[in-house]
């Protein structure tokens, strides 16, 4: 069974940073596409920003410039990078890993902007 385990969320001031971790014991871990997802109070779940197993990433508008994706295969852990935060990144955040043809998700860790 895959485990993902997401860690770093927190309470942070607008303008904050944080920086979210993902780890997995999953062998191959370098195979698979990665992703982070957010929900908020209250609404879907979105995409924030994908990763592949070569390292092409994608990331929501709203983060572009101000998030960053990245992976360490040898730790078998994903990252997300979040500065400049904002109000309206409040939410839960999840790891996602695509193997094959199924998605696998952490159990989320909650990001908190405020003032």
């Known amino acids: 069974q895959v485990q993902l385990v997401e860690s770093g969320g927190g309470l942070v001031q607008p303008g904050g940073s944080l920086r979210l971790s993902c780890a997995t014991s999953?062998?191959?871990?370098?195979?698979?596409?990665m992703g982070w997802y957010r929900q908020a109070p209250g609404k879907q779940r979105e995409l924030v920003a994908t990763?592949?197993?070569?390292?092409?990433?994608v990331y929501k508008d709203s983060v572009k410039g101000r998030f960053t994706i990245s992976r360490d295969n040898a730790k078998n852990t994903l990252y997300l990078q979040m500065n400049s935060l904002k109000l309206e990144d409040t939410a839960v955040y999840y790891c996602?890993?695509?193997?094959?043809?199924?998605?696998?998700w952490g159990q989320g860790t909650q990001v908190t902007v405020s003032s």
């Open positions: 990763i592949t197993w070569g390292g092409s990433t």
């Open positions: 996602k890993m695509r193997k094959g043809e199924n998605d696998y």
């Open positions: 999953e062998t191959f871990f370098n195979f698979y596409a």
